[in-house]
C-alpha cells in the first residue's frame, strides 16, 4: 500500500507547553513545588512542599526536572470551582493523585478508580452547574461536564480513538461546612493537550504465536511483536512499562502472540532505574525463578526492547533478571538482543527502493547510487509490463501484476530466470486500477499476499513462499466492503487493509489468526479496527516501523496529507513530514533509518530523514521496499 510523515505522539499542539528536558552534564537542580510553572504549564503553584532534589542523568525523555503539582481545596470554594480545580489536580504529576483526592467525600474516596480508563477530549472538559436544582437534592449539587471525545485508554493502557459527545455528572454535598465529590465516574478525564504531556506511547514486546503453523522453519524464529500502550511518562517511567509488559498482551494481540515470562510473573523491586552504565537489573517474583535459560533469555529480551522504548534518549546497555533474593537468573547484552531479538529482524536487508520505470523495467536504487539499475531476472528486462511489484525482504524473489490486473507473476532475481506461468488469474474485469489484482504484499515468513477484486467486493488469498496455490484467507468483519489495497506486516501477525464503503476509502488493522491444522491451516483476519479514523479518504499506506505506518489521505474537506500513524490509531511521534503535491503511492522501510519514496507529481520522489523530498525519476510507478 502506498503514503508522508507526519507527527504527534506526544508533540502537544494548541495550548500545551513543554517542560524543559534536561542536557549537558550531569548536574543536581533544586526545585520548590512548581516553581517552573510557566515552562511546564502547571496546573497552580503549590504555597508549600518539600525542596526536591532532582538528578538530571540519566534521564528518559519524560523525566523533566519540572514538575507539575495541584493545590488543594480552598475553604468555601463553590462547587464548579471545586469542580474544576479537582480537574486540574488530576493532571498533577502525582502518582496516586493524592492533592486530587482531597477535593472527594470519603465515601468517594473509598470507590473512586482513577487508572479504569481515561477519557481524551480535544479540549478541557467543561465544568457547568445544572441549570435547575433538584428540589429533592436541596442539600447537594450537581455539576456537568461536557466536550468533545476523541480516544479512550483502558485499564491495560490500551489506545481507542473514540469520537463522540462526553456528557458525565459530578455531585457534591457538602462535608464539613465545604463541598466535596460525593459521585463521580471512575476514571480520568483530560484534555488532548494534558494528555499528550502526561502520557506518552511506548511498545511492549511479546512473542508472535502461529498455532498451527508454528511448525515452519521461519515461525520459529523469534519474532518480537510491538503492542502500544499509552503510560505516565513522569511517574516512574521505567518500573511503569515493565509492570504493563508483565500483565500481559493488550486484548487485541492477545490471540497471536504470546509472553516467556510464566503466568503470575511480578516485580520484586517497587522502584527500577538504569544505573550508571545504562544496565537495568530486574528482581522478579518466584513465579519466574524455574525458567531454563533460553526462557530466561526470552523474557530479558522482551524486558530489553520494551524499556530502551521507554528510555529512548538513553541505550540499555544490559538487562539482568534476578529472583527476589538478588541472585542473577540470566542477562542479556545491548548487541545479543540485537542480534538475536530485533524486532525489525525479519523485514530484510532494506538495502533498496524499488520501483517500475518509464521502460516497463523493475529497477532497484541504493542510497549510494544516482541512478536505478535494473534488477536480474525476467522482471528487469521491461518484457512484461506491470501494474504493481513486490520484492521479498530476502531481496531474492518478485512478484509482479501484470499491466491489466488480471495476472500475478512470481519469478526469481537471478539472470537466465523464465517469467512462467501466471500463479493467480483475477475473476473479475480489471477495467481501472481498482479492479482485479492489489499490488502482492511479502510477510517476513517469505508468504505473499494479495487481494482479488471486482465491482462487487473482494477476496484476500496467501500463496505459501510464494509458489504454493492461493489460500482463500477469511475477512468476517469485511462485510459488504470491498478491499483496495493491502500491506502484511514482517512479523505475519497484523495486515494493513485499506477498505472501500460507498465511496470512503478507509485504513484498517486486522489481525492474522492461524487456526485448524498444521496440514490443513485456516487462515483469518480478524478485529479490523481504524488507524487514522480522522482522515476521510485515505489514498496509500506502507509499514514504517514495528507499530507504525505512514499514510497519505485528507480529512473530510481537507487537503491531502502525510503522517505517521500508530497502529492503535493515534498520532506518532514522529516529527512532521515536508509536503509533497499529488502522492498516490509511498513505501517506508521498517528500518526507520530508511528515506521514504513515492510516487507523487513530481514524479518518484525520495525523502531521506532531515531533508526535503528529491525527485528520483521524472517517470516511474509503484514505489516498495522488500516487504
Same mark, same amino acid.
Request: proline letters at 6%.
Given at each position: 500500500?502506498?503514503?508522508?510523515?507526519?507527527?504527534?505522539?506526544?508533540?502537544?499542539?494548541?495550548?500545551?507547553?513543554?517542560?524543559?528536558?534536561?542536557?549537558?552534564?550531569?548536574?543536581?537542580?533544586?526545585?520548590?513545588?512548581?516553581?517552573?510553572?510557566?515552562?511546564?504549564?502547571?496546573?497552580?503553584?503549590?504555597?508549600?512542599?518539600?525542596?526536591?532534589?532532582?538528578?538530571?542523568?540519566?534521564?528518559?525523555?519524560?523525566?523533566?526536572?519540572?514538575?507539575?503539582?495541584?493545590?488543594?481545596?480552598?475553604?468555601?470554594?463553590?462547587?464548579?470551582?471545586?469542580?474544576?480545580?479537582?480537574?486540574?489536580?488530576?493532571?498533577?504529576?502525582?502518582?496516586?493523585?493524592?492533592?486530587?483526592?482531597?477535593?472527594?467525600?470519603?465515601?468517594?474516596?473509598?470507590?473512586?478508580?482513577?487508572?479504569?480508563?481515561?477519557?481524551?477530549?480535544?479540549?478541557?472538559?467543561?465544568?457547568?452547574?445544572?441549570?435547575?436544582?433538584?428540589?429533592?437534592? #436541596?442539600?447537594?449539587? @450537581?455539576? &456537568?461536564?461536557?466536550?468533545?471525545?476523541?480516544? +479512550?485508554? %483502558? =485499564? !491495560?493502557? /490500551?489506545?481507542?480513538?473514540?469520537?463522540?459527545?462526553?456528557?458525565?455528572?459530578?455531585?457534591?454535598?457538602?462535608?464539613?461546612?465545604?463541598?466535596?465529590?460525593?459521585?463521580?465516574?471512575?476514571?480520568?478525564?483530560?484534555?488532548?493537550?494534558?494528555?499528550?504531556?502526561?502520557?506518552?506511547?511506548?511498545?511492549?514486546?511479546?512473542?508472535?504465536?502461529?498455532?498451527?503453523?508454528?511448525?515452519?522453519?521461519?515461525?520459529?524464529?523469534?519474532?518480537?511483536?510491538?503492542?502500544?500502550?499509552?503510560?505516565?511518562?513522569?511517574?516512574?517511567?521505567?518500573?511503569?512499562?515493565?509492570?504493563?509488559?508483565?500483565?500481559?498482551?493488550?486484548?487485541?494481540?492477545?490471540?497471536?502472540?504470546? #509472553?516467556?515470562?510464566? @503466568?503470575? &510473573?511480578?516485580?520484586?523491586?517497587?522502584?527500577? +532505574?538504569? %544505573? =550508571? !552504565?545504562? /544496565?537495568?537489573?530486574?528482581?522478579?517474583?518466584?513465579?519466574?525463578?524455574?525458567?531454563?535459560?533460553?526462557?530466561?533469555?526470552?523474557?530479558?529480551?522482551?524486558?530489553?526492547?520494551?524499556?530502551?522504548?521507554?528510555?529512548?534518549?538513553?541505550?540499555?546497555?544490559?538487562?539482568?533478571?534476578?529472583?527476589?533474593?538478588?541472585?542473577?537468573?540470566?542477562?542479556?547484552?545491548?548487541?545479543?538482543?540485537?542480534?538475536?531479538?530485533?524486532?525489525?529482524?525479519?523485514?530484510?536487508?532494506?538495502?533498496?527502493?524499488?520501483?517500475?520505470?518509464?521502460?516497463?523495467?523493475?529497477?532497484?536504487?541504493?542510497?549510494?547510487?544516482?541512478?536505478?539499475?535494473?534488477?536480474?531476472?525476467?522482471?528487469?528486462?521491461?518484457? @512484461?509490463?506491470?501494474?504493481?511489484?513486490?520484492?521479498?525482504?530476502?531481496? %531474492?524473489?518478485?512478484?509482479?501484476?501484470?499491466?491489466?490486473?488480471?495476472?500475478?507473476?512470481?519469478?526469481?532475481?537471478?539472470?537466465?530466470?523464465?517469467?512462467?506461468?501466471?500463479?493467480?488469474?483475477?475473476?473479475?474485469?480489471?477495467?481501472?486500477?481498482?479492479?482485479?489484482?492489489?499490488?502482492?504484499?511479502?510477510?517476513?515468513?517469505?508468504?505473499?499476499?494479495?487481494?482479488?477484486?471486482?465491482?462487487?467486493?473482494?477476496?484476500?488469498?496467501?500463496?505459501?513462499?510464494?509458489?504454493?496455490?492461493?489460500?482463500?484467507?477469511?475477512?468476517?468483519?469485511?462485510?459488504?466492503?470491498?478491499?483496495?489495497?493491502?500491506?502484511?506486516?514482517?512479523?505475519?501477525?497484523?495486515?494493513?487493509?485499506?477498505?472501500?464503503?460507498?465511496?470512503? @476509502?478507509?485504513?484498517?488493522?486486522?489481525?492474522?489468526?492461524?487456526?485448524?491444522?498444521?496440514?490443513?491451516?485456516?487462515?483469518?483476519?480478524?478485529?479490523?479496527?481504524?488507524?487514522?479514523?480522522?482522515?476521510?479518504?485515505?489514498?496509500?499506506?506502507?509499514?514504517?516501523?514495528?507499530?507504525?505506518?505512514?499514510?497519505?489521505?485528507?480529512?473530510?474537506?481537507?487537503?491531502?496529507?502525510?503522517?505517521?500513524?500508530?497502529?492503535?490509531?493515534?498520532?506518532?511521534?514522529?516529527?512532521?513530514?515536508?509536503?509533497?503535491?499529488?502522492?498516490?503511492?509511498?513505501?517506508?522501510?521498517?528500518?526507520?533509518?530508511?528515506?521514504?519514496?513515492?510516487?507523487?507529481?513530481?514524479?518518484?520522489?525520495?525523502?531521506?530523514?532531515?531533508?526535503?523530498?528529491?525527485?528520483?525519476?521524472?517517470?516511474?510507478?509503484?514505489?516498495?521496499?522488500?516487504?
Amino acid at each position: 500500500m502506498d503514503t508522508e510523515r507526519g507527527g504527534g505522539r506526544g508533540e502537544g499542539t494548541g495550548s500545551r507547553t513543554r517542560a524543559r528536558r534536561g542536557a549537558g552534564p550531569a548536574r543536581k537542580f533544586l526545585l520548590l513545588g512548581c516553581a517552573a510553572a510557566l515552562l511546564a504549564g502547571c496546573a497552580s503553584m503549590p504555597d508549600s512542599g518539600d525542596v526536591t532534589a532532582v538528578d538530571q542523568s540519566p534521564r528518559s525523555e519524560g523525566e523533566s526536572q519540572v514538575r507539575v503539582y495541584g493545590v488543594p481545596p480552598q475553604d468555601g470554594a463553590q462547587p464548579t470551582n471545586i469542580v474544576r480545580s479537582f480537574l486540574d489536580a488530576t493532571t498533577s504529576d502525582e502518582a496516586d493523585f493524592r492533592t486530587a483526592t482531597q477535593y472527594l467525600a470519603k465515601s468517594a474516596k473509598r470507590t473512586w478508580r482513577p487508572f479504569q480508563v481515561t477519557n481524551v477530549l480535544q479540549e478541557r472538559p467543561k465544568p457547568e452547574p445544572k441549570a435547575l436544582p433538584n428540589r429533592e437534592d #436541596s442539600n447537594g449539587y @450537581t455539576v &456537568t461536564l461536557s466536550g468533545s471525545q476523541v480516544a +479512550a485508554v %483502558d =485499564d !491495560s493502557h /490500551a489506545y481507542t480513538p473514540e469520537e463522540k459527545p462526553y456528557r458525565q455528572a459530578i455531585h457534591l454535598i457538602k462535608e464539613d461546612g465545604q463541598w466535596r465529590i460525593d459521585r463521580l465516574p471512575n476514571g480520568l478525564v483530560l484534555g488532548l493537550s494534558d494528555f499528550q504531556r502526561i502520557y506518552r506511547s511506548v511498545n511492549k514486546y511479546y512473542f508472535a504465536s502461529y498455532n498451527s503453523e508454528s511448525g515452519e522453519p521461519k515461525a520459529n524464529r523469534n519474532v518480537l511483536v510491538a503492542d502500544p500502550v499509552y503510560l505516565r511518562q513522569r511517574i516512574k517511567p521505567i518500573t511503569a512499562s515493565v509492570k504493563a509488559l508483565l500483565s500481559g498482551p493488550t486484548d487485541w494481540l492477545n490471540k497471536v502472540t504470546t #509472553s516467556a515470562f510464566p @503466568t503470575g &510473573t511480578k516485580l520484586a523491586a517497587h522502584d527500577l +532505574a538504569l %544505573d =550508571d !552504565s545504562n /544496565a537495568l537489573h530486574v528482581k522478579l517474583s518466584k513465579d519466574a525463578v524455574n525458567t531454563d535459560a533460553r526462557q530466561c533469555e526470552q523474557m530479558a529480551a522482551q524486558l530489553f526492547f520494551t524499556v530502551q522504548d521507554m528510555t529512548r534518549a538513553s541505550k540499555v546497555s544490559e538487562v539482568e533478571l534476578q529472583d527476589n533474593s538478588g541472585h542473577r537468573l540470566c542477562a542479556l547484552s545491548q548487541e545479543d538482543a540485537d542480534r538475536d531479538f530485533a524486532p525489525s529482524a525479519g523485514t530484510g536487508r532494506s538495502g533498496k527502493e524499488y520501483f517500475i520505470d518509464a521502460d516497463h523495467k523493475v529497477v532497484g536504487m541504493p542510497d549510494s547510487a544516482n541512478e536505478p539499475k535494473p534488477v536480474r531476472g525476467p522482471f528487469g528486462t521491461g518484457k @512484461t509490463p506491470l501494474r504493481s511489484v513486490a520484492i521479498s525482504r530476502g531481496e %531474492d524473489t518478485a512478484a509482479g501484476v501484470s499491466g491489466d490486473g488480471r495476472s500475478l507473476y512470481v519469478a526469481a532475481m537471478e539472470d537466465g530466470i523464465e517469467r512462467g506461468d501466471p500463479l493467480l488469474t483475477s475473476t473479475g474485469s480489471a477495467k481501472d486500477s481498482d479492479m482485479g489484482l492489489t499490488a502482492p504484499s511479502w510477510d517476513g515468513l517469505g508468504d505473499l499476499w494479495i487481494a482479488d477484486r471486482d465491482a462487487h467486493g473482494s477476496r484476500l488469498l496467501r500463496l505459501r513462499e510464494g509458489k504454493s496455490a492461493p489460500e482463500k484467507v477469511a475477512v468476517p468483519d469485511l462485510g459488504g466492503r470491498r478491499i483496495k489495497a493491502i500491506k502484511v506486516a514482517a512479523d505475519g501477525i497484523r495486515i494493513a487493509v485499506l477498505v472501500e464503503d460507498k465511496g470512503r @476509502t478507509t485504513l484498517q488493522l486486522g489481525r492474522v489468526e492461524r487456526d485448524g491444522s498444521s496440514a490443513h491451516p485456516e487462515l483469518s483476519v480478524q478485529e479490523l479496527r481504524p488507524i487514522a479514523p480522522q482522515l476521510e479518504d485515505v489514498v496509500a499506506a506502507s509499514w514504517a516501523g514495528g507499530s507504525k505506518l505512514v499514510v497519505v489521505g485528507r480529512e473530510s474537506g481537507g487537503v491531502q496529507q502525510m503522517q505517521f500513524m500508530e497502529t492503535d490509531g493515534s498520532a506518532s511521534n514522529v516529527q512532521t513530514l515536508p509536503g509533497v503535491n499529488g502522492v498516490i503511492a509511498v513505501a517506508a522501510s521498517e528500518k526507520e533509518e530508511r528515506p521514504l519514496i513515492a510516487r507523487a507529481t513530481e514524479g518518484i520522489v525520495r525523502l531521506a530523514l532531515d531533508a526535503n523530498w528529491k525527485t528520483v525519476a521524472k517517470d516511474g510507478t509503484a514505489p516498495v521496499y522488500p516487504g
